[in-house]
């Protein structure tokens, strides 16, 4: 399995970014999908994950702010971040879970200016 994530960059505080992860094979044959992050000096966090029927679960500090989904093309899921703060800043990984087995994305970059 691969997770190829994309879509980090540069922001200013306030703005948005769509974080993509296309996994090698459809994402239906996961039990969970999911978004960390891990900001420099910290530990890596759970962002939001979406779970195989559907349902989803966020950080208490992105409530509100992202949303995760699945793509159209069964092979993708999303993370739409929106009023980004600078507490924001961190790689991002993507995770997937398949019965015991974890995988991870090689992380994507996002950097929020205020």
């Known amino acids: 399995v691969q997770l190829q994530a994309s879509g980090g960059g540069l922001v200013q505080a306030g703005g948005s970014l769509r974080l993509s992860c296309a996994a090698s094979?459809?994402?239906?044959?996961?039990?969970?999908m999911g978004w960390y992050r891990q900001a420099p000096g910290k530990q890596r966090e759970l962002v939001a994950r979406?779970?195989?029927?559907?349902?989803?679960n966020y950080d208490d500090s992105v409530k509100g702010r992202f949303t995760i989904s699945r793509g159209n093309a069964k092979n993708t899921v999303y993370l739409q971040m929106n009023s980004l703060k600078s507490e924001d800043t961190a790689i991002y990984y993507c995770h997937a879970r398949q019965s015991v087995n974890d995988y991870w994305g090689q992380g994507t970059l996002v950097t929020v200016s205020s």
């Open positions: 094979e459809t994402i239906f044959n996961f039990n969970v």
């Open positions: 979406i779970i195989s029927g559907g349902d989803t």
